[in-house]
């Protein structure tokens, strides 16, 4: 497994927290969810933000993540996303490691490289003087004991469908009811274009939107008609044909899908 996320969203998610401190030593909510209370938790905290986020860090030591920076280390190189200091500029939500002892041990959430060179960071377990055991998340300006960073790979955005739907059956309604009607064959292209589209959102049709009132259309209005019958609504327009009665239920249908009924 990679090391995935929404990196808008991981950044937001980490600088909400800047200013939380432990209480007492290595106590804090990250180690309560994480489960290892009371233990160093600058990779617990990095745990938590993504799992915040929406995309949990690789299962390493737990379901919920990982609390041991050299682990990350590992499990980075392994998956090729493992860039050392020299090699990389690191984007937003990318994870940047740090040692000051003799193996990698503190870690922290990359939000932006300043013009001068050093890395924005907000990192948990530290303080304003950069300690990797500083008792709190904050904000830092970074440049030394960097030995790398670990190259986030941004998730797809979750497309609404529905939302897209609602929101074009809206589009659609205005359109259409100021098509005129009777709407046939030897209708003017445009409103039969709006027709097809109407169509297309209320019943699924799949109609190429030409503007030609051919038969694909013309069966697609009939059979709308004809399902509108048999839920026992008015409709005395010819079959195939959008009357008033046709356009009236097509006007409907696209209002109750635009208000999510």
């Not at 090729?80 to 870690?107: E, M, S, V």
């Not at 589209?197 to 799949?206: D, H, S």
Request: aromatic fraction near 10%; hydrophobic fraction near 40%.
């Amino acid at each position: 497994m990679t090391f995935q996320g929404d990196l808008s969203k991981v950044v937001n998610i980490a600088r909400s927290q800047i200013g939380v401190v432990e209480k007492p030593v290595n106590k804090t909510m990250y180690g309560e969810w994480f489960g290892w209370n009371g233990v160093a938790w600058c990779a617990i905290f990095v745990s938590w933000v993504f799992d915040k986020a929406g995309n949990r860090i690789p299962p390493l030591q737990t379901s919920k993540g990982c609390a041991y920076v050299p682990t990350f280390v590992q499990h980075a190189k392994a998956t090729g996303q493992w860039r050392p200091r020299g090699t990389y500029t690191p984007k937003a939500g990318d994870l940047i490691i740090f040692q000051f002892t003799n193996r990698p041990d503190h870690i922290g959430i990359v939000q932006s490289v300043l013009p001068d060179g050093r890395i924005l960071t907000v990192e948990g377990n530290t303080n304003a003087a950069g300690s990797r055991t500083g008792g709190m998340v904050a904000q830092l300006h970074r440049r030394s004991g960097i030995i790398g960073f670990v190259d986030v790979r941004p998730t797809a955005p979750v497309i609404d469908w529905a939302a897209i739907r609602r929101w074009n059956a809206g589009v659609v309604l205005s359109k259409l009811q100021g098509v005129r009607t009777p709407l046939d064959s030897k209708g003017w292209s445009e409103d039969i274009k709006i027709l097809q589209q109407a169509l297309n959102i209320v019943q699924n049709a799949g109609l190429t939107v030409d503007g030609i009132y051919g038969p694909s259309t013309f069966l697609n209005v009939a059979g709308f008609q004809n399902n509108c019958k048999k839920l026992g609504l008015k409709m005395s327009d010819p079959v195939g044909i959008m009357g008033d009665s046709t356009k009236w239920w097509l006007c409907t249908n696209l209002q109750n899908i635009r208000d999510g009924r």
